[in-house]
Nanobody, 114 residues
Framework: QIQLAESGGGLVQPGGSLRLSCAAS????????MGWHRQAPGKQRELVAY?????TTNYADSVKGRFTISKNGNTVLLQMTSLNAEDTAVYYC??????????WGQGIQVTVSS
């Protein structure tokens, strides 16, 4: 069974930076893609960014130029810069593996406030 461990959230001032990490572990699995979604209070969960096993990336328009997704083995990193209040949300890691149901992380809070 795949397990996801998220870290790196917290409180940051507008204009600041944070880095989120999501490490996948468990029995043998072939990662197709890993990424991050977020859900702000009263809003639907939305895609932030993802990266495929081959390194192809995709970003929401709202974060292009500010966020960078990368991977290192079974760990995906989301470097977030120029954060603003609209980035405040619970961020969820999502892993898609071959032949398995999508796996969500438990979520990590990111708060942008002065």
């Amino acid at each position: 069974q795949i397990q996801l461990a998220e870290s790196g959230g917290g409180l940051v001032q507008p204009g600041g930076s944070l880095r989120l990490s999501c490490a996948a572990s468990g029995s043998d699995f072939d990662i197709l893609s890993m990424g991050w979604h977020r859900q702000a209070p009263g809003k639907q969960r939305e895609l932030v960014a993802y990266i495929t096993h081959s390194g192809t990336t995709n970003y929401a328009d709202s974060v292009k130029g500010r966020f960078t997704i990368s991977k290192n083995g079974n760990t995906v990193l989301l470097q977030m810069t120029s954060l603003n209040a609209e980035d405040t949300a619970v961020y969820y890691c999502l892993l898609n593996a071959l032949g398995q149901n999508p796996k969500w992380g438990q979520g990590i809070q990111v708060t942008v406030s002065s």
